[in-house]
């Protein structure tokens, strides 16, 4: 099965076609947490690389934001750290 691995504020996260996350490597796909993809600029209140892209090219989610839907609930992922908001790293297919 192929996954798409990056890092986001430390830790890793992999996410199989289907969106499902796995976080930490705990060899668990929620079925209820989906990654949808990611966005480059913190103004911009959509998806702007989506999962399919992100498994053409996954070096485009490298700087971007992420997109989930946790349990229903759309969410784009944040955070500051030492007054800046992280971004997606590293990212590869594997």
């Not at 990611?38 to 959509?46: A, K, L």
């Not at 999962?51 to 992922?77: I, V």
């Amino acid at each position: 099965m192929k996954t798409l691995h990056f890092t986001f504020r430390g830790q890793p996260y992999m996410v199989d076609t289907e969106g499902r996350i796995n976080a930490n490597n705990i060899n668990y796909f929620s079925n209820t947490w989906i990654f949808l993809g990611g966005s480059p600029h913190h103004w911009h209140n959509r998806v702007i690389v989506t999962l399919k892209q992100a498994f053409d090219d996954p070096t485009r989610l490298n700087g971007c934001l992420g997109w989930d839907r946790d349990h229903g609930t759309l969410r784009q992922w944040g955070g500051c750290y030492a007054g800046k908001l992280q971004r997606i790293e590293n990212a590869y297919v594997a």
